[in-house]
């Protein structure tokens, strides 16, 4: 009895110290992991609210200190940052230490992103299909030189080319003029524009710099209305027509979002204020819990914004068949923070039957294109 009292007394104490140990779980302190989401983000604690620090990429590589409640501890910057563990590969010591030997060895080789967005495209030249984006300080293992392109190895396993003017590797061609990856940011330059910006001429959109931003994205999916339908999905489509349409008029056209990635509002803000933006169109589509209300509304933030909204909004109802809701002044943490005069349009209502039939047609978001277009066109001249 003895025996079994004390053994019970030693199970009861072990008890005790188990429920005093935080929930850490069985990542290995030093242990390498690989980023297996194509955009991640860092947090300054282990927590979905918490102030996003920094962003990962697919196939970064992340040592990791210790879990806690799902989330993994690493450094991110030079500080203490989380991250979701199941947006995480564990590597072998194998593999890592063949990895590092790698990258060791074609550091030299490396070409890293000076702008702040970047496209990649599928060959050297402007004229081929973008197949996705990266961001200033993402480093590529450079594979070859093509003129003014460099190809790069991605995460994935397959190659793509960036435009040499928009790295740390310029080229010296004189097609580019020896473009400085500054020049990029101060004159508002994309890789598909390696001209210096000429004065606005009548009846185009020639000589301005138009940010769209494509809202939500990634892991935010925005609403999501009748059938499942996401907003983010439906702002996409529509924004690709918008870019198509701006360009075709001359624009100079920034995308804040290339792909379902996840950009902060902030991330935003930073892209348009790092270019000679004239203006910054954040896209949208609405949602309500009653099924009844429907049609589509301009917001702005400042009464420098509100020239931009009416010419714009004014543009959209007369081109398209939905409820007119008016603009409307709102204080939104993406329009406040952008110095360009900047909107965000709602473009009709995901959640109501009649709106969502219209919006999903090629049809409807081509007018919206016209209608961004002409209002731009109006605001400006």
């Known amino acids: 009895m003895n025996f079994l009292r004390s053994f019970s007394i030693s199970i009861g104490f072990l008890l005790f110290l188990l429920l005093l140990i935080p929930n850490v779980g069985q990542a290995q302190e030093g242990r390498t992991y690989e980023v297996s989401s194509a955009v991640l983000n860092v947090r300054g604690e282990p927590s979905n609210n918490s102030e996003i620090i920094g962003l990962l990429s697919k196939g970064n ?69 973008i197949i996705g984006s990266t961001y200033s300080g993402d480093t590529y293992p450079l594979v070859a030189t093509d003129g003014d392109w460099h190809q790069v190895s991605l995460a994935n396993g397959s190659r793509g080319w960036i435009a040499s003017w928009l790295t740390d590797k310029t080229t010296a061609s004189e097609e580019s003029n020896q473009i400085s990856p500054a020049d990029t940011v101060e004159n508002g330059l994309t890789d598909n524009d390696n001209t210096a910006i000429d004065s606005s001429t009548g009846g185009s959109l020639a000589g301005y710099n138009i940010v769209i931003d494509p809202g939500h994205g990634g892991n935010d999916p925005g609403a999501i209305g009748l059938g499942g339908v996401y907003e983010k999905d439906l702002v996409s489509s529509t924004s690709d027509i918008v870019v198509k349409q701006l360009r075709a008029a001359g624009a100079t056209v920034i995308v804040t979002r290339l792909g379902d990635h996840y950009i902060s509002l902030n991330q935003r803000a930073h892209i348009s204020n790092s270019y000679n933006t004239d203006a910054f169109i954040s896209l949208h589509y609405n949602a309500f819990p009653i099924i009844g209300v429907h049609g589509v509304n ?72 016209q209608s961004i277009t002409n209002g731009l066109i109006n605001y400006f001249n």
């Open 61 to 129: 590589n992340v040592m990791v200190f210790q879990e806690k409640y799902g989330w993994v501890q690493t450094y991110y910057g030079g500080q203490v940052g989380w991250i979701a563990k199941h947006h995480l590969i564990p590597l072998t010591n194998t593999h890592t230490a063949d990895r590092n030997v790698s990258e060791n060895q074609s550091s030299s080789n490396n070409v890293t992103v000076t702008a702040t967005s970047v496209n990649i495209r599928s060959g050297p030249s402007t004229s081929y299909s």
């Open 298 to 369: 301009t917001y702005y933030s400042s009464q420098s914004d509100y020239q931009l909204a009416r010419n714009v909004h004014s543009s959209l109802v007369s081109n398209v068949n939905l409820n007119n809701r008016g603009i409307i002044q709102e204080n939104y943490k993406v329009l406040r923070s952008t110095n360009a005069p900047s909107i965000l349009m709602e473009l009709g209502f995901i959640t109501n039957p009649n709106d969502l039939s219209i919006i999903q047609t090629s049809d409807y978001q081509f007018k919206v294109a």
